[in-house]
């Protein structure tokens, strides 16, 4: 158990759709990061935040948006959902921004797009 | 851009071989290297790292050494054991994006 948890773990949902995957950082971390995993794309890192604010972007797509809380939880948000983007949304922590710091990962959300 | 390379497998070894992934990547600068390694149903575990050229990391007998002259950071284990069965990912990370760059991933399957 890496301590970071996620919910819900899966979720069905239609074309069209909007859908927010919760995340909770592990006790003492601030910046918490998330990723897509899917087959044809592997593992694809999407967006970073620290301490609230968003410090990196990955390949986020502008349908897709996420934010941080000041208890450190963070959302993210996909909105008109497609079929490609049923995946594995995982979520991870780290105690601070840069790259030496250990992130660790969540049990991740499966989204399924029918 | 940055990426990553590896052997994507399935890769199939009786119990005590001897294990080589082979990783190797593209980069500007210094990166920062990782195996990750996910069990089925489960999330991604750091499994070893290294922060700059000739660093060795080790865990769990598995080895591997950041080799900037041939940009590579083969993952190594001298006898797997069939709970080494997984899917192992080699990524980097650099100082001002600090998300993950991962390869597509080694499925091992370790044979009683």
């Known amino acids: 158990d890496s301590g970071v948890t996620q919910t819900p773990k899966h979720l069905i949902t239609a074309t069209g759709q909007r859908v927010t995957l919760r995340c909770s950082p592990r006790?003492?971390?601030?910046?918490v990061y998330w990723y897509q995993q899917s087959l044809d794309q592997g593992l694809q890192f999407l967006i970073q935040?620290?301490?609230?604010?968003?410090?990196a972007k990955g390949n986020i797509l502008e349908r897709f948006s996420a934010q941080q809380f000041p208890d450190l939880h963070s959302e993210l948000n996909l909105s008109s959902l497609e079929l490609g983007d049923s995946a594995l949304y995982f979520c991870?922590?780290?105690?601070?921004?840069?790259?030496?710091?250990?992130?660790?990962f969540g049990p991740g959300t499966r989204l399924t797009v029918t | 851009g940055d990426s990553v390379t590896q052997m994507e497998g399935p890769v199939t070894l009786s119990e005590e071989a001897f294990l080589t992934i082979n990783c190797t990547y593209t980069?500007?600068?210094?990166?920062?290297l990782f195996w990750y390694v996910q069990y089925p149903g489960e999330g991604l575990q750091l499994l070893l790292k290294?922060?700059?050229?000739?660093d060795k990391g080790s865990n769990k007998g598995f080895e591997a050494t950041y080799r900037k002259e041939t940009t590579s950071f083969h993952l190594e284990k001298g006898s797997v054991q069939v709970s080494d069965s997984a899917v192992y990912f080699c990524?980097?990370?650099?100082?001002?994006?600090?998300?993950?760059?991962f390869g597509k991933g080694t499925h091992l399957i370790i044979q009683p």
């Open positions: 991870a922590s780290s105690v601070g921004p840069g790259e030496t710091y250990e992130q660790y």
């Open positions: 980069a500007t600068g210094y990166p920062s």
């Open positions: 006790s003492g971390d601030l910046s």
């Open positions: 990524a980097l990370s650099k100082g001002g994006a600090d998300g993950l760059t």
């Open positions: 935040y620290y301490n609230g604010e968003e410090r």
């Open positions: 290294a922060t700059k050229a000739d």
